[in-house]
């Protein structure tokens, strides 16, 4: 499902981007709130990318330890980097809800549809959250660094 939702909304951004650029130069009009929903659709593209990125074991690490440790500490060192990963996300995940809901009680009637596309902010932390716990719980595929 986040391969189907990151790669709908990298379509949808590439779209909309298209028609901008052609509504401007041909027809020197555009769309009020394209650029606004662009913005919104690269955080769609970002969070479900790197929740892809996460369930995968593709994600950005810091390959520095692996010069210094040894497998077996790596792989001791998996579970709990995990979960502090986890952790992070999820009190992310607890400032975005708390940050949307501010938004959502003073955002004017007609700015309310904008609000409801920046719901991607905690729901992505949520997911990465679950992304991380589901890496804690199953451990890891394969072995991820190799030690020089």
């Known amino acids: ?4 939702f990151a790669a709908g909304s990298l379509l ?3 779209l909309l981007a298209l028609l901008q650029v052609v509504t401007r130069n041909l ?8 650029d606004t929903l662009s913005r919104y ?13 996460v369930e995968r074991d593709r994600h950005i690490r810091i390959d520095v330890a692996c010069s210094f440790l ?10 709990p980097m995990r979960a502090l990963a986890a952790l992070v996300c999820l009190l992310l ?8 809901s501010d938004a959502w009680v003073y955002a004017p009637d007609n700015e309310r549809w904008l609000v409801l596309v920046g719901l ?12 991380y716990l589901l890496a804690v719980l199953l451990g890891p ?8």
């Open 70 to 79: 040894s497998a077996r500490a790596l792989g001791r060192l998996y579970r």
């Open 12 to 14: 949808l951004l590439l």
């Open 120 to 131: 991607v902010i905690p729901v992505g932390f949520g997911l990465l959250t679950l992304q």
């Open 41 to 53: 659709l690269v955080l769609y593209v970002m969070f479900f990318g790197a929740a892809l990125a």
């Open 1 to 4: 499902m986040e391969t189907w």
């Open 27 to 34: 027809f020197d009009a555009g769309f009020v709130t394209a």
């Open 93 to 100: 995940a607890d400032a975005a809800v708390r940050y949307w």
């Open 141 to 148: 595929e394969r072995e991820t660094c190799y030690p020089h």
